[in-house]
């Protein structure tokens, strides 16, 4: 049982900044950053099976894909790598890509990763704050220039490269052929809402992202029965005893957590492990449950890809 504040721990890359405010204080000039993950408060406790952590690009990204669940444990690892990403900021020209612009053959697939042209194959597309993606495990994917992104994933380090933009790194060809799906892009899907506070993001087998709004001076308990993340969008407010501002994360374990909102409204994103959204996540100062009205699971399995935060305006629920 826990609710703890994040640590962060900070990791250089050649394609991150060397300014990460405001969602982190560091800036230093001659060391570029491309990623700030939060871990447990105690660097000894267990780890959790889900991993949230903050990407800052400056340049693009490798073309990449991670192997799913049968192929993953077939090499050794635990598990395969399924994410979400939750752009917190984008440049005007700011794109990620999920997919191909239409579908390959496993030979063409090698062909276009060793001669170079997959980086013309995969579909790009803008995005802005506010958008949400699902990247399944056996997608090829590319996170461009110009972003801040929230992840999070599964806990796995199985990265597989396809295409690297000028960088002198080994390319995993044989096995990211194995690993990634061909297939062109999905369809994208719309967000939904769950009740006032909860909109609903992503849900897969493996996690569930939400965005939560609540008015300003409102108090709620967060019932987290499940290994959860929550992190700071923006506003400010407490939980139980840790004071929380945008940028900030705190980690829960099977242990309720009760949620002061403070004078302007507070937003954040709820990650948790399951499959489906937990019914009752929020309660009321006085104990009264506050349900999800959606009926059916397959209402609640939706996903969401590179969704335009025009269509999904973030409501709050009133104290």
């Not at 496993?106 to 579909?123: F, S």
């Not at 993606?133 to 199985?158: K, N, Y």
């Not at 044989?174 to 061909?182: L, N, Q, R």
Request: aromatic letters at 4%; glycine letters at 6%.
């Amino acid at each position: 049982m826990a609710v703890e504040q994040a640590r962060i721990h900070i990791i250089p890359k050649p394609w991150g900044r060397t300014d990460l405010r405001p969602w982190n204080a560091y800036q230093d000039p001659l060391t570029a950053v491309g990623e700030a993950r939060f871990e447990r408060a105690d660097s000894s406790a267990p780890q959790p099976t889900l991993l949230l952590k903050l990407i800052f690009t400056d340049e693009p990204l490798s073309i990449q894909g991670h192997p799913d669940e049968q192929l993953a444990r077939s090499i050794g690892l635990v598990h395969g790598k399924c994410e979400a990403w939750y752009v917190l900021a984008a440049t005007a020209d700011a794109r990620i890509a999920v997919g191909l612009k239409q579908q390959l053959d496993p030979a063409q697939l090698q062909a276009c990763i060793r001669d170079g042209t997959i980086a013309e194959r995969v579909q790009w597309h803008a995005v802005r704050a506010g958008d949400c993606t699902l990247v399944p495990p056996d997608s090829i994917r590319a996170i461009g220039a110009g972003l801040v992104i929230v992840e999070v994933q599964q806990r796995a380090d199985a990265t597989l490269r396809l295409f690297e933009h000028g960088r002198r790194r080994e390319l995993h060809i044989d096995m990211a052929v194995a690993a990634a799906s061909a297939r062109q892009s999905e369809r994208h899907t719309a967000p939904r809402k769950l009740t006032a506070a909860r909109t609903l993001l992503v849900a897969n087998p493996h996690f569930v992202l939400e965005r939560m709004t609540l008015a300003p001076g409102v108090v709620r308990e967060l019932d987290a029965a499940a290994e959860t993340w929550l992190f700071i969008l923006a506003g400010a407010g407490q939980v139980d005893s840790i004071e929380v501002e945008a940028g900030n994360a705190v980690f829960l374990d099977g242990e309720p957590a009760r949620i002061e909102v403070g004078a302007n409204r507070l937003q954040c994103l709820v990650a948790y492990a399951r499959s489906v959204p937990a019914p009752y996540l929020l309660r009321r100062a006085n104990g009264m449950r506050v349900p999800d009205p959606a009926r059916g699971p397959s209402r609640a399995s939706l996903r969401v890809e590179s969704v335009p935060a025009s269509r999904a305006a973030p409501a709050e629920e009133a104290p």
